[in-house]
């Protein structure tokens, strides 16, 4: 199993960008997937994850109302779609899986990570 994050990129303030995890190796189908991100110097964070089968997604709170998570099972892909970014949104961004069809806000649940895609908000 193999994710690939992309997407990320430099954008003014008040911005906006969609975030792309696409996998190979075994479909999205059945699995939660979370998108997480780290900041120079900070923990890796929660940031959003979705599970299937009509699981309510999660967002971490300072995101709620900005992004938005959703899959695209026919494409094999789960988008971060972001807008109203903020500096404080610059981090690495990571989607991850595990493999059962819950989500979780708990990074160690997940099994399979990308390498990650940078966001870079400027002020």
């Known amino acids: 199993v193999q994710l690939q994050a992309s997407g990320g990129g430099l954008v003014q303030a008040g911005g906006s960008l969609t975030l792309s995890c696409s996998a190979s190796?075994?479909?999205?189908?059945?699995?939660?997937v979370a998108w997480f991100r780290q900041a120079p110097g900070k923990e890796r964070e929660f940031v959003a994850a979705r599970g299937w089968r009509g699981n309510t997604p999660l967002y971490e709170d300072s995101v709620k109302g900005r992004f938005t998570i959703s899959g695209d099972a026919a494409k094999n892909t789960v988008n971060l779609q972001m807008s109203g970014l903020k500096p404080e949104d610059t981090a690495i961004y990571y989607c991850?899986?595990?493999?059962?069809?819950?989500?979780?806000?708990?990074?160690?649940?997940?099994?399979?990570w990308g390498q990650g895609t940078l966001v870079t908000v400027s002020s």
């Open positions: 991850a899986r595990r493999r059962t069809s819950v989500a979780t806000r708990n990074r160690y649940d997940y099994h399979y």
């Open positions: 190796g075994r479909t999205f189908s059945s699995d939660a």
